[in-house]
């Protein structure tokens, strides 16, 4: 249960901080984000490592919309499986809806996703596992 009420802190955080700051990334997560595209419409940064409640990170990604800087999409992949997915968000969002994985998709990936303020959280985890893998923040204003 500390493990999930850890990661529940670190998906506030985020959620209520301002993911479009590239240092606040950088220093929350422990990483170093660094721009690889910009098509004058999407700004794509990416790093490697870091942590995120506790747990080691693999890789992290943070797109941000030109036009709008409040519109981003921020990826955390976990470099080893979390909890169980499924009784995270039972304790913490018993409303979040379940997203299969695409069968003729792959790569596909199972997630559970619920709606945090202006962000729209999403709990990865592969399809033959019920532990948790990513977590993405998709923040539209």
Known sequence: MQRMTAIKKGV????SGDISNVGFVDSYLSVHLKEE?????????????????GLAVSSVELRT????????????????????????VRTFW????????????????????AKQGASTIKIGRPSDKDQITSIVFNRMP
Not at 12 to 15: I, K, N, S, V
Not at 66 to 75: E, P, Q, R, T
Not at 95 to 113: N, T
């Open 12 to 15: 506030d955080d985020l959620a």
């Open 37 to 53: 595209s910009d098509n004058g419409k999407l700004t794509v940064r990416r790093g490697n490592g870091g942590t995120f409640a």
């Open 65 to 88: 919309m030109k036009d709008n800087a409040s519109h981003n999409l921020l990826i955390i992949d976990l470099a080893e499986p979390g909890p169980e997915a499924s009784t995270f």
């Open 94 to 113: 018993p409303d979040a809806d379940f997203v299969p994985a695409r069968p003729h998709a792959p790569g596909s990936a199972a997630y559970w996703s």
